[in-house]
């Protein structure tokens, strides 16, 4: 096959349900080629070039250069087996991020809560989760705390009347550790060592398989529960006692064959959280299953995910945003992607209609935040109900 019919072939195994701004138009530019090279291994392993992307209404870019480099987006799931298959997908780089939800009964002042940030973030902080010193790191990329005032509009729970957000990962078991190697192999030597290569049209994948796969998505589970723990032993020392509404992950492994790229896997009608900028209200959301026959219809996915065989999948998406996703207000469209020595450049038409814009790494351009309409797009789809409005009062980004 030739490169741009791997390409297209990629792309009929996008499902976009984005809100179709610059955003999403550059998601789906740049995730053809990750699916691409799935596709490209899964041939070369004997197997049915099926990897598919379905996207959340969050649908954007993700600011890791290297899983932009390798093909990768954000905001919606991969799959590329039946979630028994020994094969696991490295280059889309699992971290076990999620949020913490939990519910006071007093509103925190925030001169205290600046005193115990200073203690927790000193160099002298010796604070351990299974036996593994964490660092607060709360400070940098995306990763808050956030308070609120709870404003119960759906009336259907009784939850406290202030909740908080903690957003964070477990980066400490990125790279080596006491356990052995990291989940990222670009921070992991001994992870590196291990990884089976081959060369796409598109660029290197790295994966694993076997033994391999199934022991590092054993590895991956762990780092997701430490995670967990790791959000709630800062938020106990935080704030003292509190009542947990969520602990979900929104970036990582689903099973041996699905990741979550910034979106929640709806289970057990648990309640989940939208977070969208700081000076917006949150949502807690439950999570609806999709996609419905009259769903996969509307959104004109029907013929193409009967003719791939994929109907099935569509129908067990069950995937809710976790929230609004980077937005670029001074770009309008993605106009070509243009391949250049192994690198890929995104040539964008401008909203002011004066000239083009090349992008390469993403990571430096400007960026806001999306509102409400990626919630309002959440609702119009049928993907969730909200269960409260959560009114800011501070962030903690220190």
């Keep these: ?4 019919e791997y390409l297209s072939r990629a792309k009929e195994h996008l499902f976009m349900t984005g ?36 996207s959340t209404p969050d649908a954007t870019i993700t600011r890791n250069v290297e899983r932009w480099k390798n093909g990768f987006s954000y905001g919606g799931k991969i799959e590329w087996g039946d979630g028994a298959l020994e094969l696991i997908i490295l280059d889309v ?80 078991l990125r790279d080596d550790n006491q356990r052995g190697y ?44 430490f995670s967990k723990k790791r959000r709630i032993e800062f938020a106990k020392r935080l704030f003292g006692d509190f009542k947990t509404i969520s602990n979900e992950t929104h970036q990582g492994l689903a099973d041996i064959n699905t990741m979550l790229l910034g979106c929640h896997n709806i289970k057990d009608n648990k309640i989940l959280p939208i ?9 807690l959301v439950y999570g609806k299953p999709s996609f419905s026959k009259e769903q996969i219809e509307n959104l004109g996915f029907e013929k193409r995910a009967k003719k791939l065989g994929l109907t ?13 996703g980077y937005h670029f207000p001074d770009l309008l469209n993605v106009l070509s992607v243009v391949e250049n020595n192994g690198e890929r450049y995104f040539l964008m038409d401008l909203n002011n209609d004066r000239g083009k814009k090349v992008i390469k790494d993403v990571r430096e351009m400007p960026y806001d935040y999306r509102g409400r309409m990626v919630v309002l797009r959440t609702l119009e789809l049928g993907l969730a109900e909200v269960a409260t409005k959560l009114i800011p009062l501070y962030v903690l980004k220190i």
């Design 275 to 283: 977070a969208l900028r700081g000076d917006l209200p949150a949502y």
């Design 1 to 4: 096959m030739e490169k741009k």
């Design 312 to 324: 099935k999948k569509l129908k067990n998406a069950n995937v809710v945003p976790h929230g609004g």
């Design 182 to 225: 990291g989940l990222y192999y670009y921070q992991s030597k001994k992870l590196e060592e291990i990884a089976e290569k081959i060369d796409t049209p598109f660029g290197k994948i790295r994966f694993l398989t076997g033994k391999k796969a199934t022991n590092y998505y054993e590895q991956y589970k762990f780092v997701e529960d």
């Design 93 to 172: 780089l699992p971290n076990a991020c999620g949020m913490l939800v939990g519910g006071l009964e007093k509103l925190p002042e925030i001169e205290n809560l600046i005193d115990k940030v200073t203690k927790l973030s000193a160099k002298t902080s010796d604070i351990r989760v299974e036996g593994i010193k964490v660092i607060w790191d709360f400070g940098k990329g995306n990763h808050f705390i956030d308070v609120f005032k709870v404003r119960n509009i759906a009336g259907i729970e009784d939850f406290p009347p202030y909740m908080f957000i903690v957003h964070g990962a477990g980066d400490e």
């Design 19 to 54: 809100i179709n701004d610059s955003a999403t138009k550059l998601c789906s530019a740049n995730m053809v080629y990750g699916i691409a090279k799935i596709h490209f291994l899964q041939e070369k392993l004997g197997l049915n070039p099926d990897a598919t992307f379905i």
